[in-house]
């Protein structure tokens, strides 16, 4: 009798390169706030867009 692996191998995750799009931008104290989602799947993030000539940085992490 041969005895079971105790931990399975996971499953391959469905990763692309998100392709984000703005749906609205709002201007706050700190910066523009964009609202974007990508356009191949479901997934939504927020960032900013500081006042600084820096470039845009995530303030959330994709969902979906």
Request: hydrophobic share 40%.
């Amino acid at each position: 009798m041969t005895a079971l692996p105790t931990v399975l191998p996971a499953a391959p995750a469905s990763v692309h390169e998100h392709a984000w799009l703005t749906e609205s931008v709002h201007p706050t104290s700190a910066g523009r706030v964009r609202y974007v989602r990508c356009t191949g799947c479901a997934a939504r993030r927020v960032d900013l867009d500081p006042v600084s000539p820096a470039p845009p940085v995530a303030m959330t992490r994709s969902i979906g």
